[in-house]
C-alpha cells in the first residue's frame, strides 16, 4: 500500500465544532481525494485534488471544504460539524487511475 | 449526476459455491474498477477495465466489462472464506480520475 496516513483516527465532537482530518502521502501522487463511506451509499467522493490548491467538489461536498498546500498533505474541514457528518472518512491518493486508500478516519457526532 | 448500481446489496455463499455481482452504470463509462474491502478495512484495488467486452481474471474471479462499457460483472467460483467482505464498482466517465462508486455488495460464505 502506498504510504498515506490519516488523522485522527478516531474522533468523538459535538455538534456545531470545527473538525479537521488530516490526510498525509508520502508516494508524492498527484491526485488526492475524500471519500466518506455510510452504510447503503457505498463511497461518496466530498472533494478531490489534482495538484497543490487545486480542489474540486465531488457529490456530496455541502458543509466540507479542503485545502492543499503542499503535495504531501491534504486537509478535510468540517467548519460546523452536524450528525449528519457521522461518518468513516477516507483519504485516498492516486498517480495513473488506481486509487490508494488510507486507514479511515471514524468522526462521531453527537 | 451519474450514477453506478450495483446488485445485490448482500450475498451469502456457500463455501465453493461460485457467485456473480453485477455492476451498472446510467452512462457510458470510460473505464471500471473493482475494489474489495475487507471487514474493518479500507478499500483494495482490484482491476481496472478498458476496453469495450473486456475480460480479465485473476485466479477464481473473472471481471467482465459490458460491450456498451455501461455494465460490469465480477464472478467468483469456488468461494473460500478469504473471499469474504465487501466488493466495490467504480466507474469514471472520462479520464479525469474522478471514480464514482457503487454501494458494494457484501459476501458472506457459509463454511
Known amino acids: 500500500d502506498a504510504g498515506i496516513t490519516q488523522s485522527p483516527r478516531h474522533k468523538v465532537t459535538e455538534t456545531g465544532t470545527p473538525v479537521t482530518l488530516r490526510c498525509h502521502q508520502t508516494e508524492n501522487h498527484r491526485y488526492m481525494y475524500w471519500y466518506r463511506q455510510d452504510p447503503g451509499h457505498g463511497l461518496r467522493l466530498i472533494h478531490y485534488s489534482y495538484g497543490v490548491k487545486d480542489t474540486d467538489k465531488g457529490e456530496v461536498s455541502d458543509g466540507y471544504s479542503v485545502s492543499r498546500s503542499k503535495t504531501e498533505d491534504f486537509l478535510l474541514t468540517l467548519e460546523s460539524a452536524t450528525s449528519s457528518q457521522t461518518s468513516v472518512y477516507f483519504c485516498a491518493t492516486s498517480i495513473t487511475g488506481e486509487l490508494f486508500f488510507g486507514e479511515g478516519s471514524r468522526l462521531t457526532v453527537l | 449526476g451519474q450514477q453506478v448500481m450495483q446488485i445485490p446489496q448482500y450475498q451469502h455463499v456457500q463455501e465453493g459455491e461460485d457467485f456473480t455481482t453485477y455492476c451498472n452504470s446510467s452512462?457510458?463509462?470510460?473505464?471500471i474498477q473493482w475494489y474489495k474491502q475487507r471487514p474493518g478495512g479500507h478499500p483494495v484495488f482490484l482491476i481496472q477495465?478498458?476496453?469495450?467486452?473486456e475480460v480479465k481474471k485473476q485466479k477464481r474471479l473473472t471481471f467482465q466489462f459490458g460491450e456498451a462499457k455501461k455494465n460490469s460483472s465480477l464472478h467468483i467460483t469456488a468461494t473460500q472464506t478469504t473471499d469474504v467482505g465487501t466488493y466495490f464498482c467504480a466507474g469514471s466517465l472520462s479520464n479525469d480520475y474522478k471514480l464514482s462508486f457503487g454501494a458494494g455488495t457484501t459476501v458472506t460464505v457459509r463454511a
Open positions: 477495465l478498458v476496453k469495450s467486452g
Open positions: 452512462t457510458t463509462l470510460s473505464n
